[in-house]
T-cell receptor, first 111, second 117 residues
Framework: SQQGEEDPQALSIQEGENATMNCSYKTSINNLQWYRQNSGRGLVHLILIRSNEREKHSGRLRVTLDTSKKSSSLLITASRAADTASYFCATEATGTYKYIFGTGTRLKVLA | GAVVSQHPSWVICKSGTSVKIECRSLDFQATTMFWYRQFPKQSLMLMATSNEGSKATYEQGVEKDKFLINHASLTLSTLTVTSAHPEDSSFYIC?????????????FGSGTQLSVL
């Protein structure tokens, strides 16, 4: 399977704490993106990092990319109860226009 | 941002019937749309890439005669689950890219929950 892997599968933290989730993939990529999904809904784009970038910030989100290890991490700082959702990484393999999603991390932020 | 509308949001049908799901890009032209399937608490599995004016490209293991995809216009792709059976029950999601703007991110519909009795 080409599917990427994420860990942890599930994460439960207190409000105000930071949440870190990791993604590993298998092929060379053009870019890697992170998406968020609330239960039973579509996905919302969070942040994109290109293959020649190592780190990117957007508000409370920080993404890193290590192409030598084929891995990425998403850090959510100062988490809020509203951050409770599933988070997926998605990679666009070089030479394709299609995106393959990771296995996802279910984040629960306790108030 | 770009908007993708997906209908219906849920459908219940009897085994053996066919179900059509529509995916529309409301404010941009989508030459390519993607159809995903998602089981509870699992990831999205790419089923097929829908190309406007040509045949869809199916992923390995996806039955093209079972999941018919039509992309007749630049703003509409449809997925028809033919002769649905209980094992086809799942959450189906479409997405599209606004390639005209060079936008690399995917815009998703809100998904369709299919339950086959």
């Amino acid at each position: 399977s080409q599917q990427g892997e994420e860990d942890p599968q599930a994460l439960s933290i207190q409000e105000g704490e930071n949440a870190t989730m990791n993604c590993s993939y298998k092929t060379s990529i053009n870019n890697l993106q992170w998406y968020r999904q609330n239960s039973g809904r579509g996905l919302v784009h969070l942040i994109l990092i290109r293959s020649n970038e190592r780190e990117k910030h957007s508000g409370r989100l920080r993404v890193t990319l290590d192409t030598s290890k084929k891995s990425s991490s998403l850090l959510i700082t100062a988490s809020r109860a509203a951050d409770t959702a599933s988070y997926f990484c998605a990679t666009e393999a070089t030479g394709t226009y299609k995106y393959i999603f990771g296995t996802g991390t279910r984040l629960k932020v306790l108030a | 941002g770009a908007v993708v509308s997906q209908h219906p949001s849920w459908v219940i049908c009897k085994s053996g019937t066919s179900v059509k799901i529509e995916c529309r890009s409301l404010d941009f032209q989508a030459t390519t749309m993607f159809w995903y399937r998602q089981f509870p608490k699992q990831s999205l599995m790419l089923m097929a890439t829908s190309n406007e004016g040509s045949k869809a490209t199916y992923e390995q293991g996806v039955e093209k005669d079972k999941f018919l995809i039509n992309h007749a216009s630049l703003t509409l792709s449809t997925l028809t689950v033919t002769s649905a059976h209980p094992e086809d029950s799942s959450f189906y999601i479409c997405s599209a890219r606004d390639l005209d703007r060079g936008d690399e991110k995917l815009f998703f519909g809100s998904g369709t929950q299919l339950s086959v009795l």
